[in-house]
T-cell receptor, first 115, second 113 residues
Framework: SQTIHQWPATLVQPVGSPLSLECTVE??????LYWYRQAAGRGLQLLFY??????ISSEVPQNLSASRPQDRQFILSSKKLLLSDSGFYLC??????????????FGSGTRLTVV | GEDVEQSLFLSVREGDSSVINCTYT??????LYWYKQEPGAGLQLLTY?????DMKQDQRLTVLLNKKDKHLSLRIADTQTGDSAIYFC?????????????FGAGTRLAVHP
């Protein structure tokens, strides 16, 4: 069966420090991968998506970047964190063109607090 | 453009039915989804409905879709305290090689005795 792992679960980082959040998927190949951010009391904002290795699309301009060095690995990064980067970050995957009917499967999320 | 709207808060008594409503704007949506998020956790897919269906029932959950009005609802029968969570509506449109999901802001369901 397919599983998605996301870590760390909680992170407190000072302003100006770098960030690296990692997400891996098991039990499937060539998944579509997504990074979302959920600000306190707000909905989900799609940050990045990837349909293949090295293919990254950004939905909104921001202080973050994403990379997909391997088929089932998706990394969210920042060189210098801002206070406004605080939030709950969710990684998700979908089964590519044949996975439309099952939507996305989400990881357990990372709570990032920038201080 | 694409937009999904839902009310932010719903309070119900334990044992009653809950109805969470959602409206969307993209008429080309292929699937519509309901997700549940418990505190501090990721989103869990509850159910989904294909856009050419009017209704889908799954145990205590009933999804109604009015495609003409672009209105989606989720009914939870016999609501329990364990149903307390945030419920997200999402519309899915297949384009650019992936299934693009647009989420609403979420409805916080509070179940009280």
């Amino acid at each position: 069966s397919q599983t998605i792992h996301q870590w760390p679960a909680t992170l407190v980082q000072p302003v100006g420090s770098p960030l690296s959040l990692e997400c891996t998927v098991e039990g499937t190949s060539n998944p579509n991968l997504y990074w979302y951010r959920q600000a306190a009391g707000r909905g989900l904002q799609l940050l990045f998506y990837s349909v293949g290795i090295g293919q990254i699309s950004s939905e909104v301009p921001q202080n973050l970047s994403a990379s997909r060095p391997q088929d089932r690995q998706f990394i969210l990064s920042s060189k210098k964190l801002l206070l406004s980067d605080s939030g709950f970050y969710l990684c998700a995957w979908s089964g590519g063109p044949t996975g439309a009917d099952y939507g996305y499967t989400f990881g357990s999320g990372t709570r990032l607090t920038v201080v | 453009g694409e937009d999904v709207e839902q009310s932010l808060f719903l309070s119900v008594r334990e044992g009653d039915s809950s109805v969470i409503n959602c409206t969307y704007t993209d008429s080309s949506s292929t699937y519509l989804y309901w997700y549940k998020q418990e505190p501090g956790a990721g989103l869990q897919l509850l159910t989904y409905i294909f856009s050419n269906m009017d209704m889908k029932q799954d145990q205590r959950l009933t999804v109604l879709l009015n495609k003409k009005d672009k209105h989606l609802s989720l009914r939870i029968a016999d609501t329990q305290t364990g149903d307390s969570a945030i419920y997200f509506c999402a519309e899915g449109t297949f384009s650019g090689g992936y299934n693009k999901l647009i989420f609403g802001a979420g409805t916080r369901l509070a179940v009280h005795p």
